[in-house]
């Protein structure tokens, strides 16, 4: 599973990911459309990237994974956090869907449909309702720190899809970097777990560093599943020719709810 921001829609590297010998499943991220949000209109790169990942590329979509019990479904895609779309045009060119309430019922009807009653969420952006210190899983650290950075429409979706009796076990998201502006340095929750819902943040960032002996590694992030339950997370890095260099199993830690918001004014 891939969370996105491969590149300033660097379609060569996303390219490379869609060739890549492997079942996978993909979200695009705010980086893999950035002229396009900046000019308001899907470019012609973004295209290409869309294109060439094809029914990889899983936005309001579900990837069934039978042999963990699970599905995948797609949430939005391109997201930069926060309340506001930014984009409402693009992703009504691309989706169909204009407003904060229209995507959140796009990933409920991709997670209706999925043949397993367990289901994990793969996102660009985590959803709101999880914390708004600048700590927190997607707490904001930048610009004028403080605030819940999270997406709504997911924090929606979420209470939807567990209306109809589905069980998201996880949501798989990036974007806020691990390592804060904010207090300079210090680091933000990752892996917390609220209800039956473990939600993870992947974007170690850089993600690729030099070992104690100059090769090149690889931050990953590997789950075990089974018959829809996930047995552990570890954090592994691996260098160019697949071997582990460390693995260090993950502590999920609890929290209670925190009530998501969104002003009306900001949905557009």
């Known amino acids: 599973m ?3 921001d491969f590149g300033d829609e660097d379609v060569e590297m996303v390219t490379r990911i869609a060739n890549l010998a492997i079942e996978k499943a993909v979200i695009l991220g705010n ?31 579900v ?12 949430a939005r895609p391109f997201s930069w956090g926060g309340q506001s779309l930014r984009s409402p045009g ?20 991709a997670a209706r449909n999925a043949q397993h009653r367990d289901i994990v969420i ?6 709101t309702g999880l914390g708004s210190e600048t700590t927190d899983i997607y707490g904001k650290d930048f610009g004028k720190p403080g605030g819940d950075w999270g997406d709504y429409d997911l924090a929606l979706a979420l209470q939807r899809i567990e209306g109809y009796g589905l069980r998201v076990r996880a949501v798989i998201a990036g974007h806020m970097h691990h390592k804060l502006l904010h207090p ?30 100059g090769e090149e590694l690889s931050y990953f992030i590997r789950m075990r599943w089974l018959d829809g339950e996930c047995s552990s997370i570890e954090e592994v890095w691996v260098d160019t020719h697949g071997g582990e260099h460390s693995s260090t199993l993950v ?8 009530v998501p918001t969104l002003d009306e004014a900001d949905e557009q």
Request: one cysteine or more.
């Open 122 to 127: 793969l996102a660009h952006n985590g959803p």
């Open 251 to 258: 502590e999920v830690e609890t929290i209670g709810d925190v």
């Open 31 to 61: 980086h893999d459309a950035w002229l396009s949000f900046a000019k308001k209109e899907v470019t012609e790169k973004l295209h290409d990237s869309l294109d060439v990942l094809g029914e990889d590329h899983i936005a309001y979509t």
């Open 63 to 74: 990837r069934e994974v039978p042999a963990a019990g699970i599905s995948i479904v797609g």
């Open 184 to 213: 300079r340095g210090a680091e933000r929750k990752r892996f917390i777990k609220r209800g039956d819902t473990t939600f993870i943040n992947c974007a170690v960032v850089p993600r690729v560093e030099r070992g104690k002996n």
């Open 2 to 4: 891939f969370v996105g």
């Open 90 to 109: 693009l992703y009504d060119e691309i989706y169909g869907v204009h407003t904060m309430r229209q995507s959140a019922a796009a990933i409920v009807d």
